[in-house]
């Protein structure tokens, strides 16, 4: 008995035993199974991510891929910022199809939870979960949850969320390890997938930038054979325009005639400077010349340079100074590319240097290595400052750049357009050498050139050696002369007032910074005007205040006030805003056009300009206003507005006829008082209203007087003594005689046929 229950007890373990080691074995198969389908998942993402570059394709691979892994109802892949509290994006897939939002809320919700805590979470039923906050709407469409970071290089790139919405479909153990394990292939994968398609951006833009710069050295080419065409083709006829002026000169003993061929001369001489800078910017471009490299003493060839300015120097009363530390120094050096570099910043120092001013110039010489050479090399260094009008923040890194135009005077003073100081640069670069700039508007401007001496630094396919002097400054002597040259100033003559009967000579104000220009305007009005000049916008709007001129031809770019400031200005004030106006400029776009217009400018001229149409139009412009005033001497009905051009002028006569009219019955009511009332001087009372009404002040208040008598005979206010009275008028007599001089006929006729009329009428 014993042994039968023994055997049976043994039969037990052993069932058990075989039981347990099922159990196990299947535990192993099913962990086995486990890892099969994890390393099947991982390789069919790894198998397809090879075909794959875009980094927005790589995470639609890997959602579908999770998605299918744990068998998830939709599934999210969310990108995290570089401080892991920001979703970049978040790629939503669900039907088999994503989509991209970008954007998602983060805070205390799972993901946020997950952020916060750094490690996955299971959720087998949301709705009973406190770990972290969530609405109503997650809850109720929202069963189990898996949520997953993504992990590389130690830091969290995104998150991988899986979500069922059935409660039989329960995320378990099993669907986290597998997710974890997708999410730490995951996060290698995207990343190679975003350096792959930042290399690919990169090699994309280096071929974009690659191909815009060979397009714009291809447009730098066609504009520098174009431009050197156009100068080749140029400087024929302006040798054939130089040449007889020369002759014109020597031949020809009128002053007058002399000074206009010496300013022809003159501009042409610059226009050639223009076009030979730019046929040296083309050789030096083409990289076909050495440096020419001659030995002889640097020191008192500059110097030497300099004494060519002396007498214009001299000229504007500015102070003209060289400083050398050495007296002597002979070196090799390219002599011809040197003296354009020098003279070329003097000129522009010159330019923009007033009376009483200073330039100076300094050289010093230094050593120093230079890389990629063992030897020392000598160093020329050359300062050119000045204390002109400076140079502005907003132009100073621009003044290097060919055809560089602004609005400043920097540009606009000089008549230039940025060809020079580009020059300098290539000529310096060209030599190896350095240069920089350093202004302060309205107090001056250093130019500072760095230049290596000698040989040294060059190899010999890089310069040659001549032999003998070639006949230099041939540059600086047609030049200095020519552009330099201080321009005779026209001696203003003071205003005189004339009587009021006598004809006056029409007052014109030339505003022009160009010496030039506004010494020829100048010439060719003097005969038919009393011309009056100014240099800038600032000067002219003071003149004006002061003289009242009947019209200005100003300019637009100029320093200190510009022609459009200068216009509205002169518009708004009760003082100018009669006077025509008509602007001058180098811009011919429509929209400049309107640009001056609406400032209320009267006219519009475009340089170069025909000087018989400007005198033409300065005429009618002139003569449009005398009918406007005589319009309203002769018909006085008609208000301020239908006569007046530009409502300040309209506001003006309104105001004057309104004081006139408060003060209509006091005879001791005198000009004095009547400018003092309106606010202007005597004289500036006297140019504005004889300039709106063709009548000067005492007979325009004297007009108004006896419109008024008129109104008041036809009111029938009283007899002619008292109407007379009324009026202002003490003398009945002087009265009778004033109203017939006006009207045609003496009071008691106007009366008279009044009355007469009135009888007509109420018989009708």
């Known amino acids: ?200 951006l990169k090699s994309k833009e280096a071929e974009v930038a690659r191909i815009e710069k060979e397009k714009i050295a291809e447009l730098d080419e066609m504009k520098t054979s174009f431009f050197t065409n156009i100068s080749h083709d140029f400087r024929t006829p302006l040798t054939l325009i130089i040449e007889p002026l020369n002759k014109l000169l020597s031949a020809d003993n009128n002053q007058e005639n002399k000074a206009t061929f010496n300013l022809m001369r003159q501009n042409a001489h610059q226009l050639l400077t223009l076009i030979n800078q730019l046929l040296e910017i083309s050789r030096l471009e083409s990289g076909n010349i050495k440096i020419q490299l001659i030995e002889k003493d640097i020191v008192g060839f500059l110097k030497g340079l300099v004494s060519y300015f002396q007498s214009a120097a001299d000229e504007r009363s500015i102070s003209l100074k060289f400083i050398s530390e050495k007296k002597i120094n002979k070196t090799l050096f390219d002599a011809e590319k040197i003296e354009r570099i020098l003279v070329n910043l003097l000129s522009n120092a010159f330019k923009f240097t007033r009376p009483k001013g200073s330039i100076c110039v300094s050289l010093s010489f230094i050593k120093k290595r230079v890389e990629g050479y063992s030897k020392e090399v000598e160093y020329l260094k050359l300062i050119v400052s000045d204390t002109g009008i400076g140079i502005t923040k907003k132009d100073l890194p621009y003044i290097f750049n060919r055809f560089y135009q602004s609005d400043s005077s920097i540009v606009t003073r000089s008549g230039g357009v940025g060809i020079g100081l580009s020059l300098v640069r290539q000529l310096v670069d060209y030599l190896r050498g350095e240069i920089c700039v350093e202004s302060t508007e309205k107090e001056g401007t250093e130019f500072n050139v760095v230049i290596p001496l000698g040989r040294k630094h ?189 409502s300040f002028d309209g506001r003006f006569i309104e105001k004057a006829m309104s004081i006139v009219d408060k003060h209509i019955s006091d005879s001791d009511f005198s000009v004095e008082d009547f400018a003092s009332e309106i606010g202007l001087s005597v004289m500036q009372l006297y140019r504005k209203i004889t300039a709106l009404t063709d009548l000067p002040p005492n007979e325009f208040v004297k007009f108004i007087r006896l419109n008024r008598s008129k109104d008041l005979f036809l009111q029938d206010f009283g007899n002619i003594s008292e109407i007379g009275y009324e009026v202002g008028f003490n003398n009945p007599s002087y009265f009778s005689e004033c109203f017939k001089k006006q009207f045609g006929c003496s009071p008691s006729e106007f009366k008279k046929s009044f009355k007469q009329q009135l009888k007509i009428n109420n018989q009708r």
């Open 458 to 646: 060059l190899t010999e396919k890089e310069f040659v050696i001549q032999d003998h002097e070639k006949p230099l400054r041939k540059f600086v002597q047609e030049y200095v002369p020519e552009v330099m040259k201080v321009k005779k100033q026209i001696i203003e003559t003071a205003y005189t007032k004339k009587d009021v009967g006598e004809e006056e000579i029409k007052k014109l104000l030339i505003v022009e910074d160009s010496d030039d220009l506004r010494s020829f305007i100048t010439e060719n009005f003097k005969e038919s005007y009393f011309v009056l000049q100014a240099e800038n916008g600032k000067t002219g709007y003071q003149t004006a205040i002061k003289e009242i001129p009947d019209i200005i031809v100003s300019d637009i770019m100029m320093p200190r006030m510009d022609g459009i400031e200068l216009c509205t200005k002169l518009k708004e004030d009760e003082r100018t805003s009669h006077i025509p106006v008509i602007l001058l400029t180098a811009k011919s776009a429509i929209e400049d056009k309107f640009k001056g217009l609406k400032t209320g400018a009267d006219d519009y001229i475009t340089k170069p300009f025909n000087f018989k149409e400007l005198f033409i139009r300065v005429n009618n412009l002139l003569d449009q206003r005398r009918k406007l005033r005589e319009r309203f001497s002769k018909e006085f009905h008609i208000k301020p507005k239908d006569i007046i051009v530009n």
């Open 1 to 200: 008995m014993k042994v039968k229950k023994q055997q049976i007890k043994d039969k037990r373990k052993d069932s058990t035993e075989t039981n347990n080691k099922i159990i196990h074995l299947e535990q192993e198969l099913t962990s086995l199974r486990s890892v099969v389908s994890e390393l099947k998942v991982l390789n069919e993402i790894a198998v397809a991510a090879t075909k794959i570059v875009s980094a927005g394709q790589m995470l639609d691979l890997i959602l579908k891929k999770s998605i299918k892994a744990v068998d998830a109802e939709q599934g999210s892949i969310l990108t995290v910022s570089k401080s892991g509290n920001k979703i970049v994006s978040t790629l939503v897939r669900q039907d088999d199809n994503s989509k991209l939002k970008h954007k998602y809320h983060i805070s205390t919700n799972l993901t946020g939870w997950v952020l916060l805590h750094k490690k996955s979470l299971l959720i087998e039923e949301l709705s009973t979960d406190d770990r972290f906050t969530k609405t109503e709407e997650e809850c109720k469409d929202i069963h189990s949850v898996l949520c997953v970071p993504i992990w590389f290089s130690g830091r969290i790139i995104g998150i991988l969320l899986m979500t069922n919405k059935k409660s039989e479909s329960k995320f378990n153990s099993t669907d986290l390890d597998l997710l974890s394990i997708i999410a730490i292939q995951a996060g290698q994968l995207i990343k190679n997938s975003q350096l792959q398609e930042e290399t690919l």
